[in-house]
Nanobody, 127 residues
Framework: QVQLVESGGGSVQAGGSLRLSCAASGYSSRRMSMGWFRHAPGKEREGVAGIDRYSSTSYADSVKGRFTISKDYAKDTLYLQMNNLKPEDTAMYYC?????????????????????WGQGTQVTVSS
């Protein structure tokens, strides 16, 4: 079965950086499109970034220019590099995967697109 395990979350000051990791097992990341989502208290889970099997990427408007999604196929690991963090970025961050080849921007940031989910890692940004 497919398993996704997030790590790298923590508490940082506004303007700081974090790199989240999502280790995949039970499949090859080369055969998956993947994404990052976040869920803050009082808000719905929202898409942050996605990357398909052609390495095309999509980002939410709120993180464009600050976050970068990437995959290391040799390590079967998905990354989210987060720079210039803001208090509004505070949330539980989840990685997700789906075997589809390609995704539109709407699909990449849509919860219903993905079949597999990790348990999340907490990111807290203070001002």
């Amino acid at each position: 079965q497919v398993q996704l395990v997030e790590s790298g979350g923590g508490s940082v000051q506004a303007g700081g950086s974090l790199r989240l990791s999502c280790a995949a097992s039970g499949y090859s990341s080369r055969r998956m499109s993947m994404g990052w989502f976040r869920h803050a208290p009082g808000k719905e889970r929202e898409g942050v970034a996605g990357i398909d099997r052609y390495s095309s990427t999509s980002y939410a408007d709120s993180v464009k220019g600050r976050f970068t999604i990437s995959k290391d196929y040799a390590k079967d690991t998905l990354y989210l590099q987060m720079n210039n963090l803001k208090p509004e970025d505070t949330a539980m961050y989840y990685c997700a995967a789906d075997p589809r080849w390609t995704m539109t921007a709407i699909q990449a940031l849509g919860v219903t697109t993905y079949n597999y989910w990790g348990q999340g890692t907490q990111v807290t940004v203070s001002s």
